[in-house]
């Protein structure tokens, strides 16, 4: 019997999935609690017209996600910290410090979205990598001086 996925079943596939199985295990299994639905043609049809409106989502948000890091790159935030006579920083510039530089230039951007391995402790240029999209990343220059 084939059945359509509505959801990701460990060992048979995943949503959206057509797949083959034994009728007691669609009958018994699958169609009460819901993870499939019998392969008709109506349905067939239903799912393909989702997963064609799933694609049309994920191509808009990657462009919407390819215009940001085309602005993104042309950007060079500077942050103002407190440092001593050797440019260390008296504490750090953190990713939430960044973050909120680009809120400020207006940039809406989760700090969990930029990759900075470790916090800045001293004063100067840096880049700082930003993952947008799962296929989507970009960079900004961060540039840390002196607070006065």
Do not use: W
């Amino acid at each position: 019997m084939e059945v359509i996925l509505r959801e990701d079943v460990p060992k048979l596939g995943h949503r959206g999935d057509i797949v083959t199985v034994k009728e007691g295990y669609a009958r018994n299994y699958l169609l009460p609690r819901k993870l499939a639905l019998e392969a008709t043609a109506s349905n067939r049809q239903q799912i393909d017209a989702m997963k064609a409106a799933a694609a049309r989502q994920r191509a808009t948000e990657k462009s919407g996600a390819e215009s940001l890091a085309a602005q993104l790159a042309a950007l060079t935030l500077t942050i103002p910290a407190k440092a001593g006579e050797s440019d260390q920083l008296f504490g750090s510039v953190t990713a939430m410090d960044v973050a909120a530089a680009l809120e400020a230039k207006g940039f809406h951007i989760d700090k969990r979205k930029l990759e900075l391995d470790e916090p800045l402790k001293t004063l100067g240029e840096y880049k700082v990598g930003l993952r947008l999209h799962p296929e989507v990343t970009a960079s900004v220059q961060v540039n840390v001086v002196r607070e006065e």
